[in-house]
């Protein structure tokens, strides 16, 4: 909530943007996000694309974890769902890709709610170690399944078309994975405005009191784990159309705790502390290789040594962040905006 | 049923389970005295394994000097451990706990693989390891002497909680930290007693399965198998993590042995939720759980 801004009417204050600045900055990050594609390279619309899928994936796990308080430590195991039912429709049986992403949000919807029953008595800790569960006895599905999963090999999905147009580039991918994280950002920022999302947030904040106050905490939390389970199916779909290829790598153990470091640095309860931390973990690895390669010259030794200073920059930046910012990159967003608000009259 | 493979599978699902059970102690401990979940278990159990292995093979030294500077090496990195990372979280949610420890667990991992690259490492063995039969089945000799070590460590672990000034005070600082502290004892100093004694039990841990299996990156995965084995067993006993282990080191046996289909990775993990609906304390744990 800000400081210094008094409203006088309902309207007023319930709507979304409420203050020029903040009208100003949406613009501008929208001319942003239009003007890009046009100038970018393919490396940085690659970038770009993997930043909107884990946007779309990290907004769905923060709507469970961050407003519901349900921590999941799943998260592969669902883009698994996701991504394997869309590229399984679409590769075998010729479903439309945009309706076989539809049914793999619905089926990753269902599956959330079925390994979310255990929530139904179990809580944080237990919690998460029945979700770490999950994704451990989904994984071992999707290896050994062989007739429809393919088991360890990759399932190949054919380019995705729209209109008569090819789907093959990453210009043509931004627009869809974009748009439809915009979509997802607008309908969870909703979501938190109606009854349903005020259920969440009381659950997570006093359970007890929750179903003091008429809350059915069993049904609002399925329903938790089904809304999350239906954008983290998403972007599960959208990595199986993207990248053309399923293969079991990409949705392990590691993924599940990416995410959830992603809503943890980026901001827990926050629609744009899920994009700030989707970025910033998927810019990460990018940037220190890059600046890997420019060190090439001077350290010859950096190329192996590149992948595990990725990997301690991830640890070590949840460590610090969780010690010195638990509420992440959000609050120290936040605070910049304070102190220009109220400059020069800051403490 | 063919009696010789049902002895063999038991023999070695017996061992494996100790293993586990040797994994899971320290973990049991941590929780017992803090109420943290160590996610990164399994790779204290990998810095127990490379650091004998740096201690025998690199440096040299007679495998007894070697064991036991692997010991201190991992008190000091227990006691750091809980000062610079678990410290600053005292009283923060579950769920900053459970990410410290992980981000912790990647650190560790990355410090491992830079220093020693990402393959395994052949390892002289310190303690025989020639097949020994018993009743038809052959078993390496490492494994029983695994088994003998882990049970003397257990045994003593259950009698220092029970009997033993200082076990007495850690189970008080798990009930009631400021009761605990009311009662003149130093939490900071029962934390850090926790953290380096579940990492000195790691590396023991660690230093086995060095010799068993060979130090290499995956013994990282006893940071999850040890998951059913806490949670059948209870996650704050240690005669529920013998227990707890011993049976899973069957399951995994005889389901890898009699089904096989790599089904053995992910029966622990069914029986672990099937626990958690049922009896999430778990079959020797305090019945405190909150239920919702």
């Known amino acids: 909530m800000e400081s210094g801004i008094f409203h006088t009417t309902y309207p007023a204050d319930m709507a979304l943007r409420r203050t020029y600045a903040q009208k100003i900055r949406l613009a501008i990050f929208l001319l942003f996000m239009l003007v890009f594609p046009l100038f970018a390279n393919r490396y940085y619309l690659t970038l770009a694309n993997q930043v909107g899928i884990a946007v779309i994936g990290a907004i769905g796990l923060n709507i469970l974890v961050g407003f519901t308080g349900q921590i999941s430590l799943g998260q592969g195991g669902f883009l698994a769902v996701g991504a394997y039912t869309s590229g399984i429709l679409t590769a075998r049986f010729g479903v439309p890709w945009y309706a076989s992403v539809l049914i793999a949000c619905v089926v990753t919807s269902l599956v959330g709610t079925i390994f979310g029953i255990p929530s139904l008595r179990l809580k944080g800790l237990y919690l998460a170690i029945a979700t770490l569960a999950a994704q451990v006895i989904i994984l071992w599905v999707v290896t050994h399944w062989n007739a429809v999963t393919g088991g360890v090999d990759a399932l190949v999905v054919p380019n995705p078309t729209l209109a008569g147009l090819r789907l093959n580039t990453d210009f043509r991918f931004y627009w869809i994975i974009w748009g439809l994280a915009g979509l997802t950002a607008l309908a969870t920022i909703n979501l938190f405005r109606t009854h349903y999302g005020r259920a969440f947030i009381a659950i997570r904040d006093q359970d007890i009191a929750a ?58 309860g926050s ?30 030794a ?12 991830f640890g070590l930046i949840i460590i610090l962040f969780l010690i010195f910012e638990p509420e992440g990159l959000r609050k120290i967003w936040d605070d910049i905006k304070d102190y220009f608000r109220l400059w020069p009259f800051s403490y | 049923m063919d009696m010789a493979l049902f002895i063999q599978l038991t023999l070695t699902g017996l061992t494996n389970g100790v293993i586990l059970a040797l994994a899971a102690l320290g973990f049991v401990l941590i929780y017992k005295s803090s109420d943290v979940i160590n996610f990164a278990q399994g790779e204290f159990l990998l810095i127990g394994a490379y650091m004998t292995y740096a201690m025998i093979a690199q440096v040299g030294l007679v495998w007894p000097l070697g064991v036991l500077v692997t010991l201190l090496l991992a008190i000091g990195l227990g006691i750091i451990v809980e000062r610079f990372v678990l410290r600053p979280l005292i009283g923060e949610p579950i769920i900053s706990v459970i990410m410290v420890t992980i981000g912790l667990s990647s650190v560790m991992q990355a410090v491992v693989n830079a220093i020693w690259g990402p393959y395994g490492q052949n390892f002289p063995p310190f303690i025989p390891s ?32 029970r009997l033993s000034k200082e076990g007495i005070a850690m189970r008080a600082v798990a009930d009631d930290q400021q009761a605990s502290l009311s009662m003149g004892i130093s939490v900071k100093k029962i934390f850090a007693w926790a953290w380096s004694i579940a990492a000195v039990t790691a590396a023991i841990a660690g230093a086995l399965l060095a010799n068993i299996v060979g130090v290499r990156g995956e013994l990282a995965s006893f940071g999850l198998r040890v998951f059913p084995v806490v949670i059948l067993g209870g996650l704050d006993s240690i005669p529920g993590a013998v227990i707890g282990g011993l049976i899973i080191g069957l399951l995994e046996t005889y389901t890898g042995g009699y089904i096989g289909n790599g089904l053995n990775q992910v029966v622990p993990f069914i029986v672990l939720i099937l626990i958690l609906m049922v009896r999430p304390y778990g079959l020797f744990g305090k019945e405190i759980i909150e239920r919702v």
């Open chain 1, 302 to 313: 950096i190329d192996t040594l590149i992948p595990y200073v990725q990997q301690a920059a």
């Open chain 1, 211 to 268: 179903e003091v106050m008429g809350i059915d905490i069993f049904r609002y939390k399925l329903l938790s784990f089904a809304i999350s389970s239906f954008f983290v199916g998403l972007a599960g779909a959208l990595i199986a159309n993207y990248r053309n290829i399923v293969t079991w790598e990409r949705f392990t153990t590691d993924v599940s705790v990416t995410y959830l470091a992603m809503i943890i640095i980026g901001g827990l």
């Open chain 2, 130 to 161: 020639e097949p020994i039969s018993i009743l038809g089945a052959t078993i390496n000799a490492d494994r029983l002497w695994a088994t003998a070590i882990a049970v003397i460590l257990l045994a003593f672990f259950t009698y220092f909680f």
């Open chain 1, 271 to 300: 629609v744009s502390g899920s994009f700030f931390g989707a970025t910033f973990m998927t810019l990460l690895p990018a940037f220190l290789s890059n600046l890997g390669r420019l060190l090439r010259s001077n350290i010859p």
